[in-house]
């Protein structure tokens, strides 16, 4: 039976690639930066032109079809996933990177329908690396089939992370307890790429073990979520189920603090030394909206797994 999305799969793919081509030309020139949600939150014209660009050219092609894309959520767009078939864009995703020039920036673009990711691709531009995953068709960089790692000892183990766009001191804490926390495992080394779709990438391809952050929104991880699982890992929440990241606030599974004070960083570390023997991981905490007290936010957390498994283990 002929595969209902590949000509929007093949779409995709053409263009994230024509989106690099206008990132490697833009970083040749100067790079206008603003900020969104914190003074190192930050966006470009570029953000916005290539994101632009890409809407336009799947419009034009599949005009019925939605989108959730990070410029026009934060230009005031509602970032709802419905059923119908939607585009979930992050047109560059490593905006620090790209100001920087520092050498990891990615296209990602994940396709949902029926609220369930068809496919993702994610360009990492720079080192021309085309990642894309069909559902149940398997995932693969530059057409090489990717695998995740085959490693089971957590102490063996590279953990990917970043420390995110928020400076506020609690969060910061919460980073540090835990990134104290896995260091003392003690795993081999902690890393970070400085976007998350190269991060879950990373985990794909099983050159990390997990990637864990704080603080994630759905375009970080769409594409990136089907590229792990058709990898063989798992997302997976501190219950050892499995978690649709793509779907915000879905699957509340802890608390920021619960009445005994211990917040979910903690909670989800003493998970991964539980889980050592199988080995890791991706948390995933929606970011905490600015204003919201957050003793009463819900976060999600998840967990990826490099061996996917029928029945996780119980933590
Ligand atoms: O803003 P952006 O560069 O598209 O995306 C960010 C990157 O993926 C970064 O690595 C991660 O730490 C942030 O949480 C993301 O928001
Ligand atoms: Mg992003």
Request: a negative charge.
């Amino acid at each position: 039976m002929a595969d209902l999305w590949q000509s929007a799969m093949d779409h995709a793919v053409a263009i994230a690639r024509k989106a690099g081509e206008t990132i490697r030309e833009a970083l040749l020139n100067d790079r206008k930066v603003t900020t969104k949600s914190s003074s190192v939150d930050l966006v470009t014209q570029t953000d916005q032109k290539v994101e632009k660009m890409i809407i336009q050219s799947v419009k034009e092609r599949f005009p019925a079809h939605r989108f959730i894309g990070e410029e026009s959520v934060a230009a005031g767009e509602a970032s709802n996933l419905t059923t119908a078939p939607t585009w979930i864009i992050d047109p560059i995703d490593g905006t620090t990177n790209f100001v920087h020039a520092f050498p990891f920036v990615a296209v990602s673009i994940g396709f949902a329908v029926n609220s369930q990711v068809e496919f993702g691709v994610v360009y990492s531009c720079l080192e021309d690396k085309m990642y894309t995953a069909r559902r149940g068709k398997g995932a693969f960089c530059n057409g090489e089939p990717l695998q995740v790692s085959d490693q089971t000892d957590v102490k063996q183990s590279i953990i990917a992370t970043e420390f995110g766009s928020s400076r506020d001191p609690e969060v910061v804490e919460n980073i540090f307890s835990s990134l104290r926390k896995i260091l003392c495992i003690p795993v081999h080394g902690v890393r970070g790429a400085g976007t998350a779709a190269v991060n879950m990438c990373l985990v794909a391809s099983g050159s990390v073990e997990a990637y864990y952050e704080i603080g994630i929104h759905v375009w970080d991880v769409a594409a990136g979520s089907l590229i792990v699982t058709e990898a063989g890992g798992v997302l997976m929440d501190v219950e050892g189920k499995n978690a649709k990241p793509w779907l915000p606030n879905t699957r509340p599974v802890g608390r920021n603090r619960d009445a005994t004070g211990s917040n979910p960083v903690s909670q989800a570390t003493k998970q991964i030394v539980k889980i050592s023997k199988t080995t890791l991981i991706v948390f995933f905490f929606p970011r905490i909206a600015k204003g919201v007290d957050t003793t009463e936010t819900v976060h999600e957390i998840s967990v990826t797994l490099p061996r996917k498994t029928e029945n996780h283990p119980e933590f």
